[in-house]
């Protein structure tokens, strides 16, 4: 009689311990929504922030080191585990301090004065700019998609060639990300 009792108080220990080490083989949700949220600089739902906390269900591996966020990439951060080869995309809010690779310096005066109403608007033709300071090019595109001041957009050349993604930088002019000074 005095064996049972031990028994199963071990047995009823050992399943209280089992969501304690369910909760260690996966990556820790919360800790992910804080690190993008340091990032980026904003909070859920606020603008350049994430635009909702990472999915529930999402089960990744623990990563045994701090995972590595980076971003504003294309409207989302990007989060990974180098040691285990996962990474998330998080998506953000439009209107966030940070683009993806920036204003250009020339526009940035206007763009924090500027109101965010849309300057180019679907179907408006639109300049797509590339270059530095050594060289520039030009393409002439159709905007897919409305967008203000600083946001990235879809344009492409015709209703059949894939899109490619830009900044808003004036009226009628978008800028291919990643080309800092031209």
């Given at each position: ?7 199963l ?5 050992t399943?209280?311990s089992?969501?304690?080490i ?6 820790n ?25 990472v ?11 701090t ?11 990007i ?8 990474r998330?995309r998080?998506?953000l809010?439009a209107?966030?301090a ?7 310096a020339?526009y940035?005066p ?18 797509l700019m ?12 159709v ?7 600083g ?18 930088v004036?009226?009628g ?5 990643g080309?800092?000074?031209?």
């Open positions: 009689m005095n064996i049972k009792p031990k028994i108080l071990l047995l009823l220990s399943l209280a089992q969501p304690a369910a909760q260690q083989k996966f990556e949700l919360d800790r992910i929504d804080s690190l993008v949220a340091m990032t980026v600089g904003a909070n859920v739902g606020e603008p350049g922030g994430p635009i909702a906390p999915d529930r269900r999402l089960r990744l591996a623990a990563c045994p080191a995972p590595n966020v980076e971003g504003p990439v294309f409207g989302a951060a989060v990974k585990c180098d040691a285990l080869g996962w998330i998080v998506p809010v209107g966030g940070a683009a993806a690779s920036g204003p250009v020339r940035a206007a763009m924090r004065a500027a109101p965010r109403e849309a300057l180019v608007k679907k179907g408006d033709p639109v300049q590339a270059g530095n300071a050594s060289f520039n090019v030009s393409r002439m595109m905007a897919d998609e409305d967008g203000a001041l946001e990235t957009i879809r344009v492409r050349e015709d209703k059949k060639s894939p899109p490619v993604l830009a900044q808003v004036e009226m002019i978008v800028r291919v990300p080309f800092k000074d031209f």
